[in-house]
Every structure is written in structure tokens, then in C-alpha cells.
């Protein structure tokens, strides 16, 4: 049911493009952070979401932003969000970005735009669909793992009857793994959170080679943690947040303003069955994981 409700509105606001084919161009400039896949994957996923729906929109793609003209501008990362704020002067909506990164950004960045220019879907999940995913997924693992960074400006999530949450504040480099085995030896699962300090490129396979090695199933943020040995992961991919973007870009040529900052609307599910087999865990496929949280609904965040 809650699929279903999603990609109605989806669909439907992807829809109201069509009504623009007549109307004034709309001029959408794109940064990407990088030419890396999930970028490009954004890119293309993007371009056929407007060219199906026949809308006068023309997209520029940017790396810098200087002398292009745009109404709307679309930024995909983290990187690309910073250029985009110092270079356009058009609002501009930030997509594939953390939560706590892009508030970080709008604390550190003078205040040259007006109220509203800027907004984001971000890349990390709302804390409720999460559990949700969690306790889908693994009902008997009811102690929920959490590291995070003391610069990390999250807020610790209300959780359901029977689950506990067991987060600890990694002060330093230096402590991360003596921190990491603390929380493991108490833990039922480690859930990973969108944090650079913490689960940089450099740590990341030590991380989880130390939860295997514990027997503590480790959940992911993206296929490339289930692919490294991730139990499982819930996350978007950058083609459900390309269509999401083109229907904000439809409520964007109506209204001329941006929405508020929104998680993704449409999720997946990856799960690696060798983890769990080496693990003695019983994990349910894919789409019964999700028929369960549709059942459960989602908590209020």
C-alpha cells in the first residue's frame, strides 16, 4: 500500500510536466560532483524522466556554473552543491547528499540568498522506514549498533516497543575501532549512517570485516555495501531520486519556489544471502522484507 501511494503521486506529479510542452522553457543547469557512475547513472535516469513526459525543460549540464543561464539549478552531490551555491544565483535543489552535510553547509554559507533558494532530497532514508527496514528484516535483533561523529548534527531516533538503540560518539581516529568493538560486543546489528568521519573509504572494509568477524550483521547505505559484505542495506538508487527530482522540477515550473528538504520518496533493498548463510542468519527476500514494512507501516518520524 505504501508503495503503491508513492509511485501515484510520483507518476502524477511527473504527469503535470506534460502541461508545461506549451509553456516558457525552462532553463535547468546540472552540476555533478564527479564523473563517476552513480553521477552519471543521476544524469541519464534524469534526462529520460523529462523526455518522457515531453516538457519544455532544457537541461545544461555544469561543472562550474560560471555564464550559464538557469532558472533551476539541480546539484548531485556534496561537492556540486558547494559550487552550485557560490556560483549561480538561481535557487537551487541539492540531491545525493546527506542530511547532516547539507545542514552543515546551509550553517557555514553566507547569506547571499534569499530565504528558500535552496533545498534538498537527501540521500540517507528517515530514521523511521530504517527500523522499520530492520525490524522487517532481522525481527530477532532488537539492539541497534550506531556510531557517529562528534560533528555529526544527528538527532537520535524514537524507537518502537522492543527495540533499543546503542549509539556512541567516536572522538577520534584513533579510537574508532576500540569504540566500534564496545559497540559490537553489545549489539544485536551495526546500522551505518551517512558520516565521512566515520565510514571514509579508508575504513569502511576493516569496519566490516570486524563486525563479520563478530558475527554482528552490519547494515549498509548503498548496493556497494551489500557487494563489499554488507548483511543487507536499504537505500535509493540515483535513478528513483532522478525521477523524484523531475517531479520537483514540475512543482518548481507551477509555483516558481522550492519544496522543503525531503528524504527519498522510493526506496530498494539489497541483501547478500552468503553473508547471512556464513552468519546462520534467516533473511527473507527482498520483496517479502518490503510486504512486511508495508504491513508495519512506517513510524512518525
Known amino acids: 500500500m505504501l508503495r503503491q501511494l508513492t509511485m501515484m503521486l510520483l507518476t502524477g506529479a511527473i504527469a503535470l510536466l506534460a502541461t508545461l510542452a ?13 564523473s563517476t557512475p552513480p553521477y552519471q547513472q543521476f544524469s541519464i535516469a534524469l534526462n529520460k524522466a523529462l523526455a518522457s513526459s515531453n516538457a519544455n525543460v532544457t537541461v545544461t549540464e555544469s561543472s562550474e556554473g560560471r555564464g550559464a ?19 549561480f544565483k538561481a535557487p537551487v535543489l541539492s540531491v545525493m547528499v546527506p542530511k547532516a552535510g547539507y545542514e552543515a553547509l546551509l550553517g557555514r ?13 537527501y540521500l540517507d532514508q528517515p530514521w523511521s522506514r530504517q527500523l522499520n527496514f530492520i525490524k522487517a528484516a532481522l525481527p530477532k535483533h532488537s539492539i541497534v549498533g550506531l556510531l557517529y561523529s562528534p560533528n555529526a548534527s544527528i538527532v537520535l531516533p524514537r524507537l518502537p516497543p522492543g527495540m533499543s538503540l546503542n549509539a556512541k560518539s567516536v572522538r577520534s581516529a584513533e579510537t574508532l575501532f576500540a569504540t566500534l568493538e564496545h559497540i559490537l560486543e553489545s549489539s544485536d546489528v551495526l546500522l551505518v549512517v551517512p558520516d565521512n568521519e566515520i565510514y571514509s ?21 548503498s548496493q556497494a555495501y551489500v557487494n563489499a559484505g554488507a548483511l543487507c ?15 520537483e522540477i514540475a512543482s518548481f515550473a507551477r ?43 512506517e513510524m512518525e518520524q
Request: net charge neutral; charged share 15%.
Open 69 to 87: 543561464k538557469a532558472d533551476l539549478v539541480i546539484a548531485v552531490g556534496m561537492k556540486a552543491t558547494e559550487i552550485a551555491t557560490a556560483n
Open 255 to 297: 509555483s516558481g519556489r522550492l519544496s522543503e528538504p525531503q528524504y527519498p520518496a522510493s526506496f530498494s533493498i539489497g541483501i547478500n544471502q552468503q553473508v547471512a548463510n556464513s552468519l546462520g542468519v534467516e533473511l527473507a527476500p527482498p520483496e517479502v522484507i518490503r510486504q512486511r514494512m508495508d504491513r508495519e507501516g
Open 201 to 221: 573509504s579508508s575504513n569502511v572494509r576493516n569496519i566490516l570485516l570486524t563486525s563479520y568477524r563478530q558475527k554482528v550483521p552490519l547494515i549498509g547505505i
Open 233 to 247: 542495506a536499504i537505500f535509493s538508487t540515483p535513478e528513483q531520486l532522478a525521477w523524484q527530482v523531475a517531479a
Open 109 to 121: 554559507r553566507s547569506p547571499q540568498k534569499p530565504p528558500n533558494a535552496i533545498s534538498a532530497i
Open 22 to 34: 506549451q509553456a516558457e522553457t525552462l532553463h535547468v543547469s546540472l552540476v555533478l560532483s564527479d
